[in-house]
């Protein structure tokens, strides 16, 4: 990370920077094969820059890993539907 300072934005802004970041991490790594691939993408531009107080980084990537899968299970579903 260096010497840049960690964004504080609030659940809104976080949910907003998942999404986006799984759409370009999608472009970046298409297909089912790399979904791990867009998973580590997410979560190492998520955990760049929010800040979890609680947490050390170790245990931020974890969570936001949850939350990733969560959000990508969420967004396949969603274009199931859509396509059928």
Known sequence: MGLRKKLK???????E????GLEIAQVLHPGEINKSKRKQWVIDLVNDQVDIPILNE?????????????????????????SS
């Open 9 to 15: 934005l609030n659940e809104a802004q976080v949910a």
């Open 17 to 20: 920077l998942i999404g986006h």
């Open 58 to 82: 170790d245990q931020e990537g974890v969570v936001i890993g949850f939350v990733v899968d969560i959000v990508d299970a969420l967004i396949d579903r969603v274009k199931a539907k859509r």
